[in-house]
């Protein structure tokens, strides 16, 4: 078993839909980091938390430490959402575990 | 604002050949990374310079060696290329340890024939 679990691998949705993506992890971490991977590939880190709630934008990040769990959700979705969205989770040292991402289609 | 810059974006070798993947931040980042990204899987850490002097092997360093050459600049090298080492490579950078956002530079997608 992955100790850091992304569901669902595959999200398509119609523009404006809210979006959920979950991560869960089997570890103890410092702290949760969700980046976006776009189309072409590069990787940007969108929020890092190590507890309760974080908001950019239309991008809401939310952690239960106690649950083991993190989502990230996406407000009145767009077309330029469309990418890989990845959950990495960091313990006490330099290392990151990392999901195997999230590919989310939000459709015109 | 150039943040992590990979050098080069695109290389094909031949199995034995050997080459060096360059990485350069301009973020005074103490901490420095590189991964390989396979299709269908997470980023895995092949090596990570915590600071300046310091390396260290991380999930898959086997076939790599690496150089922090100095607090900027981080290189990957192949000493003798393997068709698994095909892959898309990524710097990453961050200010210190693993509770620091990393940067990533645009990747460098290899082939190995």
């Known amino acids: 078993k992955n100790e850091v679990e992304q569901s669902p691998q595959n999200l398509t949705a119609q523009e404006g839909e809210f979006i959920t993506i979950n991560c869960s992890y089997s570890v103890g971490i410092s702290a949760l980091h969700w980046l976006q991977q776009h189309p072409g590939g590069g990787i940007v880190s969108l929020f890092m938390?190590?507890?309760?709630?974080k908001k950019h934008g239309r991008l809401i990040a939310t952690i239960n430490i106690q649950e083991k769990h993190s989502s990230l959700h996406i407000t009145a979705s767009h077309p330029r959402d469309s990418a890989v969205y990845i959950c990495?989770?960091?313990?006490?040292?330099?290392?990151?575990?990392w999901g195997a991402g999230t590919k989310l289609i939000i459709k015109p | 604002n150039a943040g992590v810059t990979q050098t080069p974006k695109f290389q094909v070798l031949k199995t034995g050949q050997s080459m060096t993947l360059q990485c350069a931040q301009d973020m005074n980042h103490n901490s420095m990374y590189w991964y390989r990204q396979d299709p269908g899987m997470g980023l895995r850490l092949i090596y990570y310079?915590?600071?300046?002097?310091?390396?260290d092997k991380g999930e898959v360093p086997n076939g790599y060696n690496v150089s922090r050459l100095n607090k900027r600049e981080f290189s990957l090298r192949l000493e003798s290329a393997a068709p698994s080492q095909t892959s898309v490579y990524f710097c990453?950078?961050?200010?210190?340890?693993?509770?620091?956002?990393?940067?990533f530079g645009d990747g460098t997608r290899l082939s190995i024939l």
């Open positions: 310079s915590a600071s300046e002097g310091t390396t």
């Open positions: 938390l190590s507890s309760g709630k």
């Open positions: 990495a989770v960091s313990r006490s040292n330099y290392q990151l575990i």
């Open positions: 990453a950078s961050s200010e210190e340890s693993g509770d620091q956002p990393q940067h």
